[in-house]
Every structure is written in C-alpha cells, then in structure tokens.
C-alpha cells in the first residue's frame, strides 16, 4: 500500500517550488542583459573598426596622387594661429622646424578640398577620408562578406570639417574637440570621422564612435644608404 504525502510535505515542495520560480525572472533578466552587453560590444567594435579603416587613408584629396611627401594645406576658416607664418608666403607654421623634410606648407597655396568625393570613381574607390562622407554599409549576418556579427548593422559614416579654435599662445593648451560642423564652403584644420552603427532589427542606434584628423601634413624619415 502506498502511504500519500503529508500535509507538510506538500506545503515543503510548494515553497521550494516557489522560491525556484522566483529565481526565473531574475535569472531571464541577467541573460537579457548579458545578451545586451554582447551585442552593443559588437556594435562598438564594427564602428571602431571602420573608423580605424577610413583614418588610413589621406587626409584630403590635395595629398593624394604621387605625392610622396604630405605637405600641410591652406584652409579658408581655421584658427588664424594655425596658417603660414610670420608671413603669407612662408611655408612655414608656428612651431615647425626648417629643413627640407620636414612638415610644412606647400610652396604655393594649396587648399583642402570640400568634403565629398571630388570624381565619380572615388565612390567606389575612396582615396581620402571625407570620400566616405554619407556612405552607409550593411553587416549582414550570414552574408557573402562572412562577417562573425550575430546582428545585423548599419554603418552610416560622416566627415566633416569642425572647429579647430584654441588659445595656441599658451604653454598648456586646453582642447575641446566640437562635433558640430561648421558652416558649408569652410575649411579647418581638423576633419570628424563619425560612424553611427544602427541595429537593423529594431532601426535603433547603438553606438556612435567618433575620431578627428588633423591637417598636419607629414615629414620624410631619413635612411642611411649603402654602397
């Protein structure tokens, strides 16, 4: 004969029953969010990785071709502290140093390019940063671009020239990076690469990573020869 459960005994399971679907919630929460953190990770790596990709390339159309040696570029609306000096025609700036090598301005002026791309190919063959200005890529999971992302993104990229004012007089300068683009037409001497990763899922954006370039052209190592 089977003996039945006690009163006790039913009450004992019911509260251990409790307690452990008390700890479901809880527990979907910690996994919802852990899930959260994973995919905001990803999306902070994507746009950090474009970012990093679009800053290898020069930083304007001026530089580009077969020049060798990245001089710095006459801009129409950057701080008056940053442009040739002591004179208009010096092809130095406050704080190089004279030498053949070294950073410096182009014998003649030579201005930077508005932001955009400057010929049709350069759409499809970026050859400076603000060429990627108002390009928007897609990560797809399971795509032929056999990305490792477990969401889909969109990228959508921004480059814009932003204020480059300070009081370069000082012995400690104090910088504070603007990411509002000036006015259309005006040049600085510092460009802002934005890229905004949109989750496709939900057309929520995730993260916005930001970095700046600046206009300060580039000097030529110098190489012992041997004969």
């Known amino acids: 004969m089977r003996r039945g459960a006690s ?14 679907m008390a700890a479901i919630p809880p527990l979907l929460v910690s996994i919802s969010k852990s899930n959260d953190f994973s995919i905001n990770q990803e999306a902070i790596l994507a746009g950090v990785t474009k970012v990093d990709n679009i800053l290898t390339y020069e930083w304007d159309e001026s530089n580009t071709g077969s020049v060798t040696l990245k001089h710095v570029l006459d801009v129409n ?56 200005n108002g390009r928007v890529d897609n990560l797809i999971v399971n795509s032929a671009s056999n990305t490792d992302y477990v969401k889909d993104f969109r990228l959508e990229t921004t480059v ?20 509002a683009p000036v006015a259309a037409g005006t040049t600085t001497n510092i460009k802002m690469v934005e890229v905004r990763v949109v989750d496709l899922l939900n057309n929520e954006t995730v993260s916005i990573i930001r970095s700046f370039a600046s206009n300060i052209g580039s000097t030529k190592l110098l190489t012992r020869t041997f004969n």
């Not at 009163?7 to 452990?20: A, D, N, Q, R, Y």
Request: cysteine-free; overall charge negative.
């Open 160 to 179: 814009a020239y932003v204020a480059d004012a300070t009081d370069y007089t000082q012995s400690t300068i104090t910088f504070n990076f603007s990411t």
């Open 7 to 20: 009163l006790i005994e039913l009450i004992f399971t019911i509260v251990v029953m409790g307690i452990s």
């Open 77 to 132: 609306g950057g701080d008056n502290e940053l442009d040739r000096f002591p004179t208009i025609t010096s092809t130095m700036r406050r704080g190089h140093f004279v030498g053949t090598d070294r950073r410096k301005f182009w014998p003649t002026t030579l201005n930077a390019s508005a932001i955009g791309i400057d010929n049709p190919a350069e759409a499809t063959s970026p050859n400076d940063i603000d060429d990627f």
